[in-house]
């Protein structure tokens, strides 16, 4: 079945710093890849997706870049800030059939600190 | 435009009780989705509307948990008898069912706790 791997949290960082939160995946076919954010005390919000092989997602300075090679659809940002202390989720869909479901990794916490 | 509206926020019940929630997604979107998010989990699906008919429910505890989504619109989510491992936050998201576009777009979710 598909599956989602994420890195285990806490991730800590200081201010400025570069973030990488790794993420690979296992699925037949050629699934659509996500990234979600989920703030403290706010629902899930789509952070940024790609839907083909080599399709780079971006959005708020965050990118991933669907690698089909290496099954992987890792998240990065240049240099973090305060308020992005939330917790991430890699997803995929797969696109096979008329069920569409997101299955989910873990999540990530991120806490970045001043 | 409003987003995915879920009530209550917040419940609280015992174990054995019954417990429903409601969920009312963005206007024009023909697909409804439940998931369930355990505490330190990722979200994962219990059943999958379209319009008013199921797509996929083949996660859904069907002795204890039901759905419905009459006249294609809202929803609401059942659990009869509850047990302390339904302690989660549930989410509602829907999408807009086109094949390419279809983003999903999540409520603020319930948070239930079962003592």
């Known amino acids: 079945g598909n599956s989602v791997t994420q890195m285990e949290g806490p991730v800590t960082l200081s201010e400025e710093a570069f973030l990488t939160i790794n993420c690979t995946y296992t699925?037949?076919?050629?699934?659509?890849l996500f990234w979600y954010v989920q703030y403290p005390g706010e629902g899930l919000q789509l952070l940024l997706k790609?839907?083909?092989?080599?399709d780079k997602g971006s959005n708020k300075g965050f990118e991933a870049t669907y690698r089909k090679e290496t099954t992987s659809f890792h998240l990065e940002k240049g240099s973090v800030q305060v308020s992005d202390s939330a917790v991430y989720f890699c997803?995929?869909?797969?696109?096979?059939?008329?069920?569409?479901?997101?299955?989910f990794g873990t999540g990530t916490r991120l806490q970045v600190t001043l | 435009e409003a987003g995915v509206a879920q009530s209550p926020r917040y419940k609280i019940i015992e174990k054995r009780q019954s417990v429903a929630f409601w969920c009312n997604p963005i206007?024009?979107?023909?697909?409804l989705y439940w998931y369930q998010q355990i505490l330190g989990q990722g979200p994962k699906l219990l059943i999958q509307?379209?319009?008013?008919?199921?797509?996929?429910d083949s996660q859904l505890p069907k002795d204890r948990f039901s759905a419905e989504r009459l006249k294609g619109v809202d929803s609401t989510l059942k659990i009869q008898p509850a047990k302390l491992e339904d302690s989660a936050v549930y989410l509602c998201?829907?999408?807009?069912?086109?094949?390419?576009?279809?983003?999903?777009?999540f409520g603020p979710g319930t948070r239930l706790t079962v003592l």
């Open positions: 998201a829907s999408s807009s069912g086109l094949a390419g576009v279809d983003t999903q777009y």
């Open positions: 699925a037949t076919g050629y699934p659509s």
């Open positions: 790609a839907t083909k092989a080599d």
């Open positions: 997803a995929l869909r797969d696109n096979t059939g008329t069920a569409s479901k997101l299955t």
């Open positions: 206007s024009g979107h023909a697909t």
């Open positions: 509307f379209q319009n008013n008919g199921v797509v996929d």
